[in-house]
């Protein structure tokens, strides 16, 4: 045995040191009798950790070297002197009572104490204090293990400080904000964010927004998340009913995290962490929508006078074509029976058709051009959207309930924005109207989108008008025809004017037999992708 060590053990007298060596060593015989008890005690008294050996009140009998390099307390400073001289006087007064209650039942206790440093600084003290027995299982020691943890402590701290304050600062923000992990979870949000999940009645707003994103950027999604590129202005509409449609605004940023399990000690590894912020611009693009509206119409204004006189001359040709066609069959029988008694009626019938057939080469000429728009992929969620507030006044003076069920996430369709519009306008238009003429009380308007399962996007407008019979149901698309009464304004071209759009969009547009309660059309646009877009042009 080395002479230190003995002379620390020696150093606890006061006439219990031979029985708390006889315990030790009767301990640490127990663990392997071929060790001699003389390393037991060197590894004590090297160890780094503080060690101390007291009687069963805490006196202390043993000290280590580390005990002096933490508590500030040499041997002999420290040695006959109860535990308590390490306090700094304000532990609570439970965690005493607890430690000794501990102890005292022959287990050990581990906590954190404050301790004053021999030269008066206070420090953390982590403790673990176990219970020794004799032969007969009574106490007859402690030992008492002893780190000073304020480094990590303030660490930990100023960890917390710094987690809070970002906490706080992030909760000021006016933006949503959620940190997500690499698997889509989030981990960090605000207080904005939160109050989303009950304003959009959407569990996990991120989960929806990242999908619009994925769904929008295709490829290049992933190829941003490989090389942690970040991404901004990405604009999306939450449609909840046409008058509480918002926007956001999304953008994101990755960071990465050193992974901070052991096992990646010298494999080190990163996680990463995805914040996205959605910022609402709801009120920025109902200004902008407010004046899209007007230009819209003042857009639709001019279509609708451009349509109305090709819809006059049309109808005056369609007038002028129906006696025409019977000179022309009159011309034919005089011509068939060869009469020479009426070859001066056949003249003038001749004269009459040749300057029928100026003047409708001339109104022909006359007719004015429909603008053409560019075809782009649309939103027709937007679109249909756009159409209502076009006839927001309308719908507002009749009191009609709008049923507002759009697909949240609705594929894009190639089409013209402004044949689309005048598309929907027109059947939002004829629905009113409906309803206006039934005298209905309750007027509902149901507008519907959703992604048909057959790389289709489905459009219904129904409304609980007069309904169109069923046996009418397809003549209704035709030029001319009208089930208003004689004398309208309506020259019946509205209708086939759709269906005119529709085929231009390789859609589908139908009335839906099955609905009852007055008129439903049904319209089916496929969905946008390159090989439709090289079909279109
Ligand atoms: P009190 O808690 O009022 O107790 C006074 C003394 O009475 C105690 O020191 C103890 O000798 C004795 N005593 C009290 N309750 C019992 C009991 N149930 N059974 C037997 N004796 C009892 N305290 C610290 O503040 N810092 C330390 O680093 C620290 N290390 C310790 C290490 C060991 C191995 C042990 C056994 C105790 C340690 N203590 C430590 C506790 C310490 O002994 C005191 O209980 C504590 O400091 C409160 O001091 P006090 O003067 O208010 O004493």
Redesign the pocket.
Known sequence: MKESSLNCLEKAAYGEEEMARQTILQQLGDINEDLPYEIFIETVAQAPIAI?I?D????ILYVNRAFSEVTGYLPEEAIGK???L???KN?P?AV?KK???T??KKKCWQGR?V?RHGSGRPYL?D?T?APMLDKNGNISH???M?RDITANYEAEQRLKNHKQLIESVINLLPVAVAVIDCENRVVLDNHSYKALISDLGIDEPADHFLGLIREEMGDAWSKLQENGQSFDHREYRIDRTPKSARWFSCAGAFFYENAIHADNFFNPKQGRYLILTLTDITRQRRQVEHSHIQNLKLMIAEDEQVRTIRETLLGAMHQIQVPMNQIKAAEQILQFRQDEQNKGLLDILQQIQQSGTEALENMQGCLPEIPQSAVIPVNLNQLLHESLLLSEQKIRSFGIDIVWKPESRLPPVLGSENRLRILFKQLLDNAIEAMEAARIKDMELTLTTARGGNGLVHVCIADNGHGIPEDKHMKVFEPFYTTRHKGGSQAGTGLAMTKEIMTQHQGLIEIDTAYQRGCRFKLSFPVYDKAYEEGMT
């Open positions: 101390s007291t069963r009140k805490a006196n109860n535990q308590s390490l306090s700094n532990t007064r005493y430690l000794w209650s102890i005292s104490l301790n003290a403790l204090i402690y030992i008492g002893l």
